[in-house]
């Protein structure tokens, strides 16, 4: 259960932010079609054909983006919360708006389908709205998703964000003279804008405890159901602790070596931060490795544990706690934690 889960999320996350950086690619080369003829060097790739073949491109990574979150048991969305907005118990809001910008783009491939019956003007005045997926698109991937925090995502997110105004500024520019008040509000309107996305991203989702503001179901945030027992001392053998079976919860941190071969690996709860885990590795290979499972600041789990080359293995109680482990693409480290009640 805990490996299978893993992949739908990174292709979750993955195809979230390919969809978006599509989204970005579909908009900023609508908005440049229509100031094209005032330039004779455009070059000829970009054309409408393109336009189109980015926007199915990203639809098919929409729909796979879509698909995996909500097979994904993670947050336990069902189909209604993937087309029904802002009736999930995960992330109501911020969740809510990828339904609506998903659905926008429904609405902007079924009258492009039907285009002919519907005339141009209805078919324009959609089109336009259709943009509003952008921006929504880009507060829901900021609002929930896992990344929203990372460097690199925010500096792709940056980009997706430049490229817009970019490109908003370009068209702005060379429109008829008749509309330059028209075009100076655009022109305002999108530098506030783009000024109190930043400022919400910093002050918002950039946050520690973010994911609790965001409306992260309790039972999420607490790793599938309270830990509930108080915690027990640290070095004892094996505490009696109080891990829930059935948590699937995904990691991430680093590893410190010492001189003397021994080594420390320590790793938090992704996104909420809500368990630490702290290994202790000794420098004999094969030699006894300490676990220890913190909740805040209490104790949950101390104890003994095995390593087989992919697991770490320990038992808290009740409760059989396995470990893997493996490189994150930052040269960190990750790992899923997974629980189960202890066979006789
Ligand atoms: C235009 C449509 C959409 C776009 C462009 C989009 C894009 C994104 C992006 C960029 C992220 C952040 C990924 C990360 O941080 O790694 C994200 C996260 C997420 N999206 Fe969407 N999304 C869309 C629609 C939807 C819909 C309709 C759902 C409903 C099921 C959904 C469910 C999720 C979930 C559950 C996450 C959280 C994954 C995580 O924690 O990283 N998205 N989305």
């Not at 209805?122 to 609002?143: F, K, N, Q």
């Not at 290979?285 to 095995?306: K, N």
Request: aromatic share 6%; hydrophobic share 50%; net charge positive.
């Amino acid at each position: 259960m805990a490996s299978n889960p893993s992949v739908l999320w990174y292709v979750t996350r993955a195809s979230g932010l390919v969809s978006l950086l599509l989204l970005t690619a579909v908009v900023v080369l609508g908005i440049l079609l229509g100031a094209r003829w005032a330039s004779p060097d455009w070059p000829v790739f970009l054309s409408q054909a393109m336009h189109r073949f980015l926007s199915l491109t990203a639809v098919v990574f929409i729909v796979l983006h879509v698909t995996t979150a909500v097979l994904d048991p993670f947050a336990h969305l069902g189909l209604s919360d993937a087309f029904i907005p802002f009736t999930s118990a995960y992330r109501t809001l911020w969740l809510g708006l990828g339904v609506v910008a998903s659905e926008l783009i429904a609405a902007l491939v079924i009258t492009s389908l039907l285009r002919a019956k519907l005339g141009f003007r209805t078919w324009r005045a959609i089109h336009w709205l259709a943009y509003a997926s952008w921006p929504i698109a880009m507060v829901h991937g900021l609002g929930t998703g896992t990344d929203a925090r990372v460097w690199w995502a925010l500096l792709l997110d940056a980009g997706c964000l430049g490229a817009v105004v970019i490109a908003i500024a370009m068209r702005l520019a060379s429109g008829p003279l008749r509309w330059v008040a028209v075009r100076a509000l655009a022109g305002i309107l999108t530098a506030a804008g783009s000024i109190a996305l930043g400022i919400w991203t910093v002050t918002g989702p950039m946050q520690s405890g973010w994911a609790r503001a965001a409306g992260t179901p309790t039972g999420l945030l607490a790793g599938h159901g309270a830990l509930s027992s108080p915690p027990t001392s640290s070095g004892s053998r094996s505490s009696q602790a109080s891990l829930p079976v059935g948590l699937a919860v995904r990691l991430r941190g680093t590893g410190v070596q010492n001189s003397d071969g021994s080594g420390t690996i320590t790793l938090v709860e992704e996104g909420t931060q809500n368990l630490q885990i702290t290994l202790n590795v000794p420098a004999d290979v094969g030699g006894p490795i300490q676990l220890r499972v913190t909740q805040g600041t209490s104790i949950v789990c101390s104890t003994t544990a095995t390593f087989n080359g992919q697991v770490v293995a320990a038992v808290c109680g009740a409760t059989q706690v396995n470990l893997e482990l493996g490189s994150s693409d930052d040269g960190g480290i990750r790992g899923t934690l997974t629980t189960a009640a202890v066979t006789p």
